[in-house]
């Protein structure tokens, strides 16, 4: 299989929130299904650092290392006794122009470009992870304090259904949606002590989403991250 794209993700915050299934049915690419945990479907804020970005193993000058912030919610393919559990993006925001052209033109995903920048401090027994993105010249944030340690994800867990979708999907038009993979270990975790969101989902991922300026998520996560690659290959259905 041909590598499109590798990268380090680094310091996942995932902010997940409880939301009517009804909300996500029209975002839904045409052959998935939503994804259910315990008979509830999620909404997921993210924050990371993007960073060493190679296409076909060839540095991006310039822009290889950045912020991601995206909302997204989970999904999942049956193909006769084969599930695919991935996830659909509502929007994800970089702060460079040509790497959301790039991926909106290969993906046909919904990039943004913003101003974004983080801040990460670590002292001896806790990390304070924050990332933030400009709207209309407000700055929106997410950040964690939470401990150093850590901690391998349950099997069967709320952590485990969060993290581990593998596929992405999107939109090709009304009639055909496109299916990609994502590449990356079981990802360890550190306990979230403190969290703090700053985010008008209103006016940046618009009225459908209005709900969670009132909705306090059900969990805060925060995963250490690693070397991930994107594979080349492209399915159409």
Not at 7 to 21: D, T
Not at 121 to 136: F, G, H, L, M, R
Not at 202 to 229: C, H, R, W
Request: proline content about 4%.
């Amino acid at each position: 299989m041909i590598t499109f794209l590798t990268a380090k993700w680094q310091n996942l915050i995932m902010a997940n929130y409880e939301i009517e299934p009804n909300v996500l049915l029209p975002y839904l690419p045409k052959g998935v299904e939503l994804d259910f945990y315990l008979g509830k479907t999620y909404v997921s804020l993210v924050g990371f650092l993007f960073k060493d970005t190679k296409i076909f193993k060839f540095p991006v000058p310039f822009f290889g290392t950045f912020e991601e912030v995206n909302l997204r919610f989970y999904v999942v393919r049956k193909q006769g006794d084969l599930e695919k559990r991935g996830v659909v993006f509502i929007n994800e925001t970089v702060p460079n122009q040509a790497v959301a052209m790039v991926a909106n033109k290969l993906y046909k995903e919904h990039y943004v470009a913003v101003p974004t920048r983080r801040l990460w401090k670590y002292e001896s027994s806790k990390k304070e992870i924050t990332y933030s993105w400009q709207v209309n010249k407000r700055w929106n944030s997410i950040s964690v304090e939470a401990g150093l340690d850590k901690h391998k994800i349950k099997t069967g867990s709320i952590e485990e259904f969060i993290f581990e979708h593998y596929f992405g999907y999107t939109k090709a038009d009304e009639k055909t949606s496109i299916e990609y993979k994502i590449n990356h270990p079981s990802w360890e975790i550190n306990q979230v002590k403190n969290y703090a969101i700053d985010c008008d989902f209103a006016e940046f991922y618009g009225n459908d989403f209005k709900v969670l300026n009132f909705t306090k998520p059900q969990t805060v996560m925060l995963a250490e991250g690693s070397d991930i690659s994107v594979d080349w290959k492209r399915y159409k259905f």
